[in-house]
């Protein structure tokens, strides 16, 4: 070897790269899904790992899952429906307040956890490369997970109350569709914007409580708004009103979905999506250098 | 997408960091705009951790790493494994990698050894099955057989490293990355790593690999790349960087060296004998002059290093130190160095306790003479000593 290799280089730093070489990042739907559906099994691993850790140490297990929504509902059965008069169209209150709290519950776990989720899983993310939207995806699965139990116990109820499921259910897939959307799309935007202001982590709470009373969960959608014209853009602004509302007529009224509300709730979410997924990945090139 | 499968290609990568960090509160973000808004620029601070890297890389060819800590060795390992992205450049690696940045990363503390593999597995793009049929091997080769079914709490970081190490090592990356995480097993597990880093090399996997074990990089790697403060210093085959880098240790060393004191040395020589440069199993003469401050008895130790504070050997000699100067002379009769540049270190040591004169190295001597055998790369790192040798076969 000559020797001119094997002497260090002296050379100065140069103050910056040129601004022709800076790296920028592309967003492309076509690549980053199929990315993402390559690693389904990572999301499972994860969601399970999530799962078990959850339930390993805890005392009670697996009825976490449950308590949740079933307190809530004793606590707006007990306290609330003496204090308003709730509009519940001949269907007992727990029921009628329980088929309100599962999607909630789902909803405020999944950004609650899924928000938290690139934060808490750093050392994940500080050292293996994955796509980064697994995180928030498996926390969905979690709270999905947890809303398996708990709509198990809504069997009961309706057991309990010798009440049967409208044939109508058969929308329900369709509400769901639209409540999984809206879920994922807010977590995924939550989850980035936490990664760099992480305060916002405390807000979360307070905001999904906040949240709760501006749903109609507790109480019909004619309680808050009362006025049917602004109903369809109350349901833009909170596509969660939609989807309780729908869950409630065709599970225990009967009734097919409200189209003029789920319709602006379904642009809401697919926009809602799209502003998330776009978010995420804007924010990602940085995720690993601030976590 | 055209190169192929286990090549690295690196192009002009810039790389840079907040200066301030860990500050991503609200109201710190707030008060950063407020201050920008005032006009202040002063603000933007940031940190070059990688400056214009270039790094390219052949399917089946193994790199060492090195450099001083904060040199922007991981950062570059971070880059590479997409972990992290580049603020300005090209990073492009085709083929899976297997990636093991920190001891027991991608683990969780609540799962058991076993859940882990798999998570590990599936972090690297491993379906289970592929997991499932090494299984064995993977715990087999981390030895925690006893311990797969415990929580990963309860293992000791040893045993974190050595299950995360063999899952890197087995799962067939094309590419494999290693950091600085071997220094956690023991020494004969270390020895296990180098040698499966070996054998993954041989089925044509890629390496890179970071270490302050100099040795260990020598002994994998044909490759090796100095950074220094985020700059590629030298890219050279592994012996010419790596001597580059010993010098570079040496020299920052030897401008640290204390004076003043009540004890100094005034000069140093080292030759063979007459005139002549040292030669291998030939006379080496060393003589000191010292000036001394104190009239007490002292122990003075010299020997010879490659670099480090850990010389090949070491002589000692009682000296009764006297104010005014003194001078002691050495000679070694056969000088059991093969060919290469040294280092001659010393220190006077009170008697009792302490030292009058700290353990430093003081001057630099080349050795002419006979060049070692080489063995095969890596069984053992090039011998520091040259041993005077006959040899005999017969059939008996």
């Known amino acids: ?64 899952a449950v308590i949740t929504p079933i307190v809530l509902m004793v606590v707006f059965t007990v306290f609330l429906k003496r204090v308003a008069k709730i509009d519940t169209g001949n269907v007992p209150y727990p029921l009628f307040s329980y088929v309100g709290l599962l999607p909630w519950t789902f909803f405020s776990t999944s950004v609650n956890t899924g928000g938290q989720s690139l934060v808490s899983n750093s050392s994940l993310l500080n050292k293996v490369y994955c796509p980064r939207e697994v995180f928030p995806v498996a926390s969905v699965f979690v709270a999905g997970f947890d809303a398996i139990i708990s709509t198990g116990v809504l069997g009961l109820l309706f057991v309990i109350y010798t009440f049967a499921p409208k044939v109508t259910s058969l929308w329900v897939p369709v509400l769901f569709v639209l409540q999984l959307g809206f879920t994922v799309g807010v977590t995924l935007f939550l989850s980035g914007i ?14 999904l409580q906040l949240g709760l009373f501006a749903t109609p969960v507790a109480y019909g959608i004619d309680g808050i708004v009362p006025n049917p014209f602004w109903r369809p853009i109350y349901c833009a602004l909170n596509p969660l009103a939609a989807v309780i509302d729908g869950y409630r007529r065709v599970v225990l009224l009967g009734l097919p979905p409200r189209w003029e509300l789920v319709a602006p709730a379904a642009v809401t979410t697919v926009l809602i999506l799209f502003l998330g997924y776009t978010v995420f990945k804007r924010l990602e090139t940085g995720f690993a250098d601030v976590a | 997408m055209s190169l192929p499968k286990g090549s690295i290609e690196v192009d002009h990568l810039w790389k840079r960091f907040k200066a301030d960090r860990g500050k991503a509160q609200i109201r710190d973000k707030v008060a950063r705009a407020r201050s920008r808004a005032a006009g202040n620029k002063a603000d933007r601070g940031w ?63 609540e799962l058991t050894g076993r859940e882990n593999t798999y998570l590990f597995g599936s972090l690297l793009g491993l379906p289970r099955s592929v997991v499932a049929r090494r299984f064995d091997e993977i715990v087999a080769f981390a030895e925690v057989e006893n311990a797969i079914d415990r929580q990963l709490k309860f293992y000791s970081s040893g045993m974190k490293m050595r299950l995360g190490f063999s899952v890197a090592a087995f799962l067939e990356p094309q590419v494999m ?35 302050h074990d100099l040795a260990a990089i020598e002994a994998t790697c044909a490759r090796g790349m100095w950074l220094h403060n985020g700059l590629v210093q030298i890219d050279a085959p592994v012996s ?69 504070a850990s010389p090949i050997f070491l002589i000692t000699r009682a000296v009764s130190l006297t104010p005014g100067q003194i001078e002691v002379r050495a ?22 306790r302490g030292q009058n004169l700290p353990w430093q190295p003081v001057t630099r001597f080349d050795v002419e003479g006979g060049l070692l055998d080489q063995g095969p790369q890596g069984i053992v790192r090039l011998a520091p000593v040259h041993v005077a040798v006959e040899w005999e076969t017969a059939r008996p």
């Open chain 2, 47 to 109: 940190r070059w951790a990688l400056s214009d890297v270039e790094l390219k890389v052949e399917p089946g060819a193994s790199v060492g790493l090195f450099g001083a800590n904060g040199s922007g060795k991981s950062t570059l390992l971070k880059v590479l494994c997409g972990v992290m992205y580049p603020y300005a450049g090209h990073v492009e690696v085709s083929g899976r990698i297997g990636a093991l940045i920190e001891v027991s990363s991608g683990m969780h503390p």
């Open chain 1, 194 to 207: 936490v990664v760099y202001l992480r305060d916002l982590r405390q807000a979360l709470s307070i905001l």
């Open chain 2, 177 to 211: 990355l290693v950091d600085e995480v071997l220094a956690v097993g023991d020494a004969s597990f270390q020895q296990k790593c180098i040698d499966r880093m070996r054998a993954v090399l041989n089925e044509g996997t890629t390496l890179v690999f970071v270490s």
């Open chain 2, 331 to 352: 000679t070694i009769d056969h000088l059991p160095l093969p060919r290469g540049r040294f280092y001659l270190w010393l220190g006077i040591a009170r008697k009792g």
């Open chain 2, 240 to 308: 010419d960087s790596l001597g580059a880098y010993r010098r570079s240790i040496e020299e920052s060393a030897e401008s640290a060296q204390a004076a003043g004191g009540p004890l100094k040395l005034l000069k140093v020589e080292v030759g063979g004998s007459g005139d002549e440069p040292p030669r291998t199993q030939e006379p080496l003469e060393l003589r000191f002059v010292l000036e001394s401050e104190l009239d007490e008895q002292g122990l003075l130790f010299t020997g010879v290093s490659e670099g480090t």
């Open chain 1, 1 to 64: 070897m000559p020797e001119a290799v094997a002497s260090p280089r002296t050379a100065e730093r140069p103050p910056a790269p040129p601004p022709e070489l800076l790296f920028r990042r592309r967003i492309r739907l076509r690549r980053s899904l199929p990315e993402l559906w390559r690693s389904r099994e990572l999301i499972r691993t994860l969601a399970e790992r999530e799962v078990r850790a959850r339930y390993k140490q805890a005392f009670l297990g697996a009825s976490w």
